[in-house]
């Protein structure tokens, strides 16, 4: 019998809310309850974005929602949920209603030593890489791509010695929601680890253990794919060259069974730096022999008083779900980023997220991923720029054969690529009102039995102005074209008027 993956979502859901509004009784100055109401209408010249049969509809879309954060204490996090309800003119059948939330919260359960971290997210948004419309796009309001992630991780980080530290933790993950595309799966991931880094001031050292079981159940069970387990665990000797700069060695070992009745287990050799030239700057390099080939993740980021530069780069096996919770379930970083765009501005919220991760796949397997990222925002009195650009291969891991998948698009190719750009111009006429421009284009190829190409641009002319302390209204212009096996051309204008209570 396989394992049932339906998660009691509400109990998560309610779980986070209520810490929060707990957490708001016992020290209300702390915590920001917020209900909002957001309204659109859109129109469209090509609703079902079709090659052929283009019709035009208008849209009309009304939101309440509410916004809970708090920021300091025991608890600390957000969670922002909108009721969407969006209506047709012509294509009634389109019509839909359904929750939209983000959210994430921290409790400090036993001081500095036991936390318990909750997230959770409901979208609806096309991950396909070949067909539909633009990530990211708000008309995507389609039952089929909906994607429900949560995560519940317990931790409990203790010190030892004069600078050793540890920790020992568990998470749960669930993904569900879709068509008969994606499986339901849920990854429950073990961590456990000691280090010193100073411990002998010019050596350290540290030990890490990791387990990942991963789960996945669907409704035709003769198509469910195999449950699978990995093992990677690690040794570092540090090297403190200076207060600054560090080396690191690395060796240990892993194993995983993600080939059907087979497995794979090697040694892992590498090294590694990390460098901090600034307090506003912060260098990590490191390379690794793996059972895979080359594994390798590069970091780089840098703070100014006007600008924000980064850079990532990564070799490794990894999965729909990792991807997903990458972009969906924010992490402490960038959910502060993210936080004054819940309060303000949710077509906002949208396009960050559609800058994460500007394309993912459709896929139940794990798969080798080599991403590259680079983005810098530049930041003026009245002008703010922000340029990102991506590159992410994903490709079947060597000699593992998979069997029982239905449409997975790495089942379809051995290889997709997928190369994203993104600018966008943000200008403050007035006090009041801002100008936004935005372009992205993306291009991904499909390699295998059979090759596939799309290519994908979105222009957009926006203006925004706040109408009151708690008001604000935007007009928006866009035009959408895909190039490939699913072309399709569109043209929208939306008008928006939020409010705050």
Avoid: C
């Avoid at 915590?31 to 010249?45: N, Y």
């Amino acid at each position: 019998m396989r394992p049932d993956l339906r998660l009691p979502r509400l109990s998560l859901l309610g779980a986070l809310a209520l810490t929060l509004g707990v957490a708001g009784s016992a020290s209300a100055q702390t915590v920001r309850i917020q209900p909002s109401l957001d309204t659109r209408l859109t129109w469209t010249d090509n609703v079902d974005t079709s090659a052929t049969d283009e019709q035009q509809d208008w849209i009309a879309e009304i939101s309440p929602g509410v916004s809970i954060s708090r920021e300091s204490g025991r608890v600390s996090g957000g969670l922002d949920m909108r009721l969407r309800n969006t209506a047709h003119v012509e294509r009634t059948e389109d019509n839909a209603t359904y929750l939209a939330l983000q959210g994430r919260g921290t409790i400090e359960a036993i001081e500095d030593a036991f936390f318990i971290d909750l997230a959770a997210s409901i979208s609806r948004d096309n991950l396909s890489a070949f067909g539909g419309r633009v990530g990211g796009d708000t008309l995507d309001t389609d039952e089929d791509n909906e994607t429900r992630l949560f995560s519940i991780a317990p931790r409990f980080a203790f010190r030892f010695g004069a600078s050793g530290q540890g920790n020992i933790g568990y998470q749960q993950r669930w993904r569900t929601g879709g068509d008969s595309t994606t499986e339901d799966e849920r990854s429950g991931t073990w961590n456990f680890g000691l280090a010193d880094p100073t411990a002998l001031r010019l050596f350290g050292w540290g030990l890490d253990y990791q387990r990942t079981d991963t789960r996945y159940d669907d409704s035709d069970t003769q198509s469910a794919s195999q449950d699978v387990t990995q093992e990677v665990g690690r040794g570092t000797l540090f090297i403190n060259l200076d207060p600054q700069f560090r080396v690191r060695a690395i060796g240990g070992y892993e194993s995983n069974d993600y080939g059907l009745g087979q497995g794979d287990e090697g040694a892992i050799w590498g090294a590694g730096f990390d460098w901090f030239p600034t307090d506003r700057s912060a260098i990590s390099v490191t390379g690794e022999d793996r059972v895979f080939g080359t594994g390798y993740d590069v970091s780089f980021e840098h703070r100014m008083a006007r600008s924000v530069w980064s850079l990532s780069a990564t070799r490794d096996i990894t999965s729909s779900l990792d991807e997903l919770g990458e972009r969906y379930l924010l992490t402490p970083q960038n959910f502060e980023d993210l936080a004054d765009l819940l309060q303000n501005d949710p077509d906002a919220v949208q396009d960050y997220l559609a800058g994460l991760t500007p394309t993912n796949i459709r896929s139940n397997r794990y798969f080798l991923s080599k991403a590259l990222r680079a983005g810098v925002s530049l930041i003026g009195v009245r002008n703010t720029v922000s340029l990102s650009l991506s590159q992410t291969d994903r490709s079947q891991l060597e000699g593992i054969t998979y069997t029982g998948l239905i449409n997975d698009e790495l089942d379809d190719y051995e290889r997709v690529k997928t190369r994203a750009f993104s600018l966008s111009l943000d200008h403050k006429l007035s006090g009041l009102a801002s100008l936004r421009l935005a372009a992205l284009r993306s291009k991904s190829e499909g390699e295998g039995v059979e090759d596939d190409e799309t290519t994908r641009t979105a222009y957009t002319v926006g203006l925004t102005r706040r109408l009151g302390a708690q008001a604000s209204g935007s007009l928006t212009y866009r035009h959408i074209k895909s190039e490939g096996d699913d072309p399709y051309t569109e043209n929208a204008v939306t008008a928006t008027l939020g409010m705050r209570f």
